[in-house]
């Protein structure tokens, strides 16, 4: 089993508010990334990080940030929540080196009202 | 052309048939490809990598055509346990680059 824990698993909150969805492991992976994934549809990457103080936007045109300050910890920030961000958040993991398997965490599922 | 394409399915088999999904990709120069299975409503999880010769795990079967861009899983002896969906993972090139995750392959096996 992979070592990477998120928290909330679930998340029910009102259209304006701050969010911080978090993301850690335990197996000291330099790379780190969040997907966005609606039910029944395909991952989209908004985020990745190659390493502390490293950060880049993923394909897919989010209005989250994120902060890379400790290898273990990668939490996504979503500054004024809408019902549009309504969706399920995944956060993965990777080594640096080959071959590049990602391990993902169990996700939160975000609903905003 | 998406960069990794599946069919989407489903593909509802019967227990114990032989089932198998290909998946094609755009960038010749991809260096690693994997098969996650995720389930309803869980995270994606590791089912096995894809080597150049080919590899097995039990009853699945995993193979690589370079010259084709393409990737295949073979599934035996169908379990009902087997029902969900097979995302098909490549890396695209350069190390340093994100894996690109396919659509999906939706399997049911039914009893």
């Known amino acids: 089993e992979a070592d990477i824990y998120q928290t909330p698993r679930y998340l029910v909150i009102g259209t304006g508010k701050k969010i911080t969805l978090e993301c850690s492991q335990t197996m000291g992976h330099d790379k780190m990334y969040w997907y966005q994934q609606d039910p029944g549809m395909e991952l989209h990457l908004i985020h990745y990080s190659y390493g502390v103080n490293s950060t880049e936007k993923g394909d897919l045109s989010s209005e989250s940030t994120v902060s890379r300050i400790r290898t273990e910890h990668f939490p996504l920030t979503l500054e004024s929540a809408r019902p549009s961000h309504t969706s399920q958040y995944l956060c993965?993991?990777?080594?640096?080196?080959?071959?590049?398997?990602?391990?993902f965490g169990p996700g939160t599922r975000l609903t905003v009202t | 052309r998406k960069e990794v394409e599946q069919d989407p399915g489903p593909f509802n088999v019967p227990e114990g048939a032989t089932v198998a999904f290909n998946c094609t990709y755009s960038n010749s120069a991809s260096q690693s490809f994997f098969w996650y299975r995720q389930d309803c409503r869980k995270e994606p999880k590791l089912l096995m990598s894809v080597y150049s010769s080919g590899n097995e795990d039990g009853r699945f079967t995993a193979q690589l055509n370079r010259a084709s861009q393409y990737i295949s899983l073979l599934i035996r002896d169908s379990k009902l346990s087997d029902s969900a969906t097979y995302l098909c993972?490549?890396?695209?090139?350069?190390?340093?680059?994100?894996?690109?995750f396919g659509k999906g392959t939706r399997l049911s096996v039914i009893a």
């Open positions: 993972v490549v890396n695209m090139g350069a190390g340093n680059t994100p894996l690109v």
């Open positions: 993965a993991s990777s080594e640096y080196t080959s071959p590049y398997e990602q391990y």
